[in-house]
Each structure stands twice: as structure tokens, then as C-alpha cells.
């Protein structure tokens, strides 16, 4: 059993278009992160849910627009696409104040 | 602000040839200390945490240890499998705020 999974696992687009990445995890656990990976392999975090209800968001563009519909799903809506969007994308789960767990990761790359 | 340094960005070992991987921290107040493995094309995969200065903790090869401003994580007579990215993050404040370190890329060679 996949314990947190992401579709799609590769996302290859135009600039300007809008798309989104699923996650879902099924640990039960109560958070939820993303996270952005760069070239230079540096995880950054974006987002963070408890239950549904934001409790990080580290100065990402407005383009970006998290949303949970449950606690088990976490996704990443991003407006407008650049070209410095392109990067992996990793969603993560955790029970509050517990090792977080990582989903297999999205390769986003706008041309 | 929180920062995480790792050194070396890169270590190139001879199978069975032991060495240390590095993690500085700078957090305000310390709440957890995580390594993870990282392969080509995959998410971390997480090995250990750690809460406090003097633990340790060990699995097969490796073994991870935390003072009140670093951490190792120590590879015992490495194979070419352990090849891999590990990456250390520090948890301050909840742990819903974890930094991470740009990792340490490492290659064991038959």
C-alpha cells in the first residue's frame, strides 16, 4: 500500500496554463505539507495543513493555492505558470509534531 | 532564522570504507532532528530522529548521533546500495516547521 502518492508524476506544460498536483495519504495522519525541490536538490516548504486548516505558508507566490477537501488530501492548484516553477514538487505527511512522510514526488516543467 | 548546513556536498567512498556525514543546525529551540535517504528520482526516505544531545540511534550500516549543534550519521563499511542523497532537517518551534539541509551526495563504489 501506497502510505502518500501524488499524481501525476510528471507535468509538462506551456507557460501561462494553469495545473494542479493530487496528493492523498493514507496514515491517517492529521498534517499535510508541499514542498518545492530545486535543481540543487533543496527541499523548501510551501504548505502546511493541520485538519484541513492552513498553518504554513512561506511567502509562495499567490499563484500558488493549496486545498484540502479532507484530511487524507492535499492539493496544489498554481496559476499563471513561469518557467521558475519548474521543479519537483513533494507532498508529505505527518501526525502533529512526528516525522514527516514523503509521496514519491511531481516533475513539473514549464517550457 | 533556522538554518541547516551539510557537509560535504559530495563524498565518493570505496565499498567498506567508513566515513561521517555532516548536519550543523541553528534553530530556536530545538524539537527533533531527521534524516533521510533520498534516491534518484524518489521522495526522502526518512531513517532517523533524533530529540536530544547524546542520543543515538542506529540502523544496519548506519548510526546517527546529535550534540546541541550538529548531527552525524555514520556509515559502517559502506556497499554501493547506500549510494544515495541523505538529507538531515531540523524541526523548531512544531514540527510543522522543518528546515531543511541541501543534502550530501554519496557514492560508494565497488
Known amino acids: 500500500d501506497t502510505a502518500v502518492s501524488q499524481t501525476p508524476k510528471y507535468l509538462v506544460t506551456q507557460m501561462g496554463n494553469d495545473k494542479s498536483i493530487k496528493c492523498e495519504q493514507n496514515?491517517?495522519?492529521?498534517?499535510m505539507y508541499w514542498y518545492k525541490q530545486d535543481s540543487k536538490k533543496f527541499l523548501k516548504i510551501m504548505f502546511s495543513?493541520?485538519?484541513?486548516?492552513?498553518?504554513i505558508n512561506e511567502t509562495v507566490p499567490n499563484r500558488f493555492s493549496p486545498k484540502s477537501p479532507d484530511k487524507a488530501h492535499l492539493n496544489l492548484h498554481i496559476n499563471s505558470l513561469e518557467l521558475g516553477d519548474s521543479a519537483v514538487y513533494f507532498c508529505?505527511?505527518?501526525?502533529?509534531?512526528?516525522?514527516?512522510?514523503f509521496g514519491p514526488g511531481t516533475r513539473l516543467t514549464v517550457l | 532564522e533556522d538554518q541547516v548546513t551539510q557537509s560535504p556536498e559530495a563524498l565518493r567512498l570505496q565499498e567498506g570504507e567508513s566515513s561521517s556525514l555532516n548536519c550543523s543546525y541553528t534553530?530556536?529551540?530545538?524539537?527533533?532532528l531527521f534524516w533521510y535517504r533520498q534516491d534518484p528520482g524518489k521522495g526522502p526516505e526518512f531513517l532517523f530522529t533524533l530529540y536530544s544531545a547524546g542520543e543515538e540511534k542506529e540502523k544496519e550500516r548506519l548510526k546517527a548521533t546529535l550534540t546541541k549543534k550538529e548531527s552525524f550519521l555514520h556509515i559502517t563499511a559502506p556497499k554501493p546500495e547506500d549510494s544515495a542523497t541523505y538529507l538531515c532537517a531540523a524541526a523548531s518551534g512544531g514540527y510543522q516547521k522543518v528546515t531543511f539541509g541541501t543534502g550530501t551526495k554519496l557514492q560508494v563504489i565497488p
Open positions: 534553530v530556536s529551540g530545538l524539537r527533533g
Open positions: 508529505a505527511s505527518s501526525q502533529p509534531e512526528q516525522t514527516q512522510y
Open positions: 496514515l491517517g495522519h492529521d498534517t
Open positions: 495543513y493541520n485538519n484541513k486548516e492552513l498553518i
